[in-house]
């Protein structure tokens, strides 16, 4: 069965460190895959897309790397802030129908 | 683009009764839109897809009964949990499908957190 995995429920981390999340999958042939950013009690915030012809992609302080041989994805947050605390959940979209799979996320806590 | 307004934001009802939760297209038509469910420290499940004029799809395991979804217009889809019970209690979410989402992320409704007593 298809299967979407986060390596951690948490992370806990120094400020101005790097935040390296992991996201593993499964019987799945994404021809994209996307990172999600979601605070308590809110909905998901997109932030970043990778390709599966893209090997990285970045946005400020945020970087995807994107394994298709290895089938995961790592994101990257340099240096980390206190605001950058949050849930964060990685998603493949069906190709046919376009609905999203997510990942059970993984929850970083940056401290000062 | 593709901005949804969600309603309401947390809703606090008594067991047997029934909660309506409604997703509103602000930008755009929207012919059709998933809802999810999130239970705490859980991630996003599909539940379902509205449809505009026609019936929605609903995921294995989801009682469409019991989850009634309406969509009756281009710019809103409704959710109605009906004789809600303290196991329905959780965090129901709306998104839209986009055009173009090979280029772009999806967005999100800012939930509804349901709290069955």
């Known amino acids: 069965s298809q299967k979407i995995e986060q390596n951690s429920e948490a992370l806990n981390i120094q400020e101005g460190k790097t935040a390296t999340l992991t996201c593993n999958y499964t019987?799945?042939?994404?021809?994209?895959l996307q990172w999600y950013r979601q605070d308590p009690g809110r909905g998901p915030v997109f932030l970043l897309l990778i390709r599966e012809n893209e090997k990285e992609k970045r946005k400020e302080r945020l970087k995807v790397t994107f394994d298709t041989t290895l089938k995961q994805s790592l994101f990257h947050i340099t240096a980390s802030q206190p605001a950058d605390s949050a849930t964060y959940l990685c998603?493949?979209?069906?190709?046919?129908?376009?609905?999203?799979?997510f990942g059970q996320g993984t929850t970083l806590q940056v401290k000062p | 683009g593709a901005v949804v307004s969600q309603h309401p934001s947390w809703v606090i009802c008594k067991s047997g009764t029934s909660v309506k939760i409604e997703c509103r297209s602000l930008d755009f038509q929207a012919t059709t839109m998933f809802w999810y469910r999130q239970f705490p420290k859980q991630s996003l499940m599909l539940m379902a897809t509205s449809n505009e004029g026609s019936k929605a799809t609903y995921e294995q395991g989801v009682e469409k009964d019991k989850f009634l979804i309406n969509h009756a217009s281009l710019t809103l889809s409704t959710l109605t949990v009906t004789s809600a019970h303290p196991e329905d209690s959780s965090f129901y979410i709306c998104?839209?499908?986009?055009?173009?989402?090979?280029?772009?992320?999806?967005?999100f409704g800012s939930g509804t957190r349901l709290t069955v007593v």
């Open positions: 019987n799945y042939s994404p021809a994209y």
């Open positions: 998104s839209p499908p986009l055009r173009d989402r090979g280029n772009y992320g999806y967005t």
């Open positions: 998603a493949l979209a069906e190709s046919n129908t376009g609905k999203l799979i």
